[in-house]
Nanobody, 127 residues
Framework: QVQLVESGGGLEQAGGSLRLSCAAS????????MGWFRQAPGNEREFVAA????????YYADSVKGRFTISRDNAKNTVYLQMNSLKPEDTAVYCC????????????????????WGQGTQVTVSS
């Protein structure tokens, strides 16, 4: 079983930055791709960013491209989401997710590609 625990959320002003972390345990973290998703009240869950097992391939939603950066530290079993130039529309609960298939060259933006999910961390951006 895989456990994912997010941290780093909070309240930030528009234009500010936050860095989210997702700590993984329960299997060989470095073999699997990871993703970040978000869900605002009343909205569908939305893909944010993904990174493959090695960190050599990343993929972003158009809404965050150029502002957010996904990265991973396999020695620390942790994936990060650096969020810059935050906007009020970034307000949501952010969840990390883990790919169940090892060594996939690229992981995508569909939620059904991921088998394991964290509980999420709240990000609120004030205008």
């Amino acid at each position: 079983q895989v456990q994912l625990v997010e941290s780093g959320g909070g309240l930030e002003q528009a234009g500010g930055s936050l860095r989210l972390s997702c700590a993984a345990s329960g299997r060989s973290f470095s073999s699997y791709g990871m993703g970040w998703f978000r869900q605002a009240p009343g909205n569908e869950r939305e893909f944010v960013a993904a990174i493959n097992w090695s960190g050599g391939s990343t993929y972003y939603a158009d809404s965050v491209k150029g502002r957010f950066t996904i990265s991973r530290d396999n020695a620390k079993n942790t994936v990060y989401l650096q969020m810059n130039s935050l906007k009020p529309e970034d307000t949501a609960v952010y969840c990390c997710a883990a790919d169940p298939v090892p060594f996939r060259r690229r992981v995508g933006g569909r939620a059904n590609e991921y088998a394991y999910w964290g509980q999420g961390t709240q990000v609120t951006v004030s205008s």
